[in-house]
């Protein structure tokens, strides 16, 4: 089963905010874009994915995803993430109404293409599912088969929401690329032990000499 990856990412201006206590406002974005640049340069190498689709009105975050491959979709409801993803996957499924969706976090710059094969492999076995992040709170992958919706319900707490709406938990271990999403300080510290993307390290990297 070949996957088409919906992405989100706000405006670079205002993403990463949780993370001020290790990166100044002026490094904020570029981390924000190099975060979404490893993830998608890795979802696209990954074999069980088809093709990606970045929802965002960041005109350098649409230029730069779009030069890796990613489909760009405008987020045209503005009105925050569940919004975002309800109408990319609508935009996919215009074209291709039986095609199986995933809705994918934009922040996981250690993301491995085989491992992200393994939890799409797993997730086909169930109309909807889902995994959680690191911290067992969040997800950073829903995913609906063919012909179902992908009903989102990101932000705090999503993993118990995922539950109450009827999506299987994937509990799958050696995923950990998969489900390290990058919020906080510690979150991008988990990361960079994993393994992370040459953007990012590049990033992190200007993060520690204090250059932006």
């Given at each position: 089963?070949?996957?088409?990856?919906?992405?989100?990412?706000?405006?670079l201006a205002?993403?990463?905010?949780r993370l001020?206590?290790?990166?100044?406002?002026?490094?904020?974005?570029?981390?924000?874009?190099?975060?979404?640049?490893?993830?998608?340069a890795a979802?696209?190498?990954?074999?069980?994915?088809?093709?990606?689709?970045?929802?965002?009105?960041?005109?350098?975050?649409?230029?730069?995803?779009?030069?890796?491959?990613?489909?760009?979709?405008?987020?045209?409801?503005?009105?925050?993430?569940?919004?975002?993803?309800?109408?990319?996957?609508?935009?996919?499924?215009?074209?291709?109404?039986?095609?199986?969706?995933?809705?994918?976090?934009?922040?996981?710059?250690?993301?491995?293409?085989?491992?992200?094969?393994?939890?799409?492999?797993?997730?086909?076995?169930?109309?909807?599912?889902?995994?959680?992040?690191?911290?067992?709170?969040?997800?950073?992958?829903?995913?609906?088969?063919?012909?179902?919706?992908?009903?989102?319900?990101?932000?705090?707490?999503?993993?118990?929401?995922?539950?109450?709406?009827?999506?299987?938990?994937?509990?799958?271990?050696?995923?950990?690329?998969?489900?390290?999403?990058?919020?906080?300080?510690?979150?991008?510290?988990?990361?960079?032990?994993?393994?992370?993307?040459?953007?990012?390290?590049?990033?992190?990297?200007?993060?520690?000499?204090?250059?932006?």
């Amino acid at each position: 089963m070949q996957w088409t990856l919906v992405v989100p990412l706000k405006p670079l201006a205002r993403a990463k905010s949780r993370l001020s206590d290790t990166a100044a406002d002026g490094l904020r974005p570029g981390l924000a874009l190099a975060f979404a640049q490893d993830t998608v340069a890795a979802a696209l190498a990954c074999p069980a994915v088809k093709d990606v689709a970045v929802v965002t009105n960041d005109a350098l975050a649409g230029r730069e995803l779009g030069a890796l491959g990613a489909h760009i979709v405008p987020d045209q409801p503005e009105d925050g993430l569940n919004a975002a993803l309800a109408h990319a996957a609508a935009v996919v499924r215009s074209s291709r109404p039986e095609s199986p969706l995933a809705a994918l976090n934009a922040d996981l710059p250690a993301l491995r293409p085989l491992e992200l094969a393994r939890v799409l492999d797993s997730a086909a076995e169930f109309p909807r599912a889902f995994l959680p992040d690191a911290a067992e709170i969040g997800t950073t992958l829903l995913a609906a088969g063919p012909g179902r919706e992908l009903l989102p319900a990101f932000g705090s707490d999503s993993r118990d929401r995922h539950h109450e709406s009827g999506a299987e938990e994937l509990c799958l271990d050696g995923v950990d690329s998969v489900r390290q999403d990058v919020d906080t300080g510690a979150d991008l510290r988990a990361a960079l032990t994993l393994g992370v993307g040459p953007r990012t390290a590049a990033a992190a990297a200007r993060l520690l000499l204090g250059k932006p």
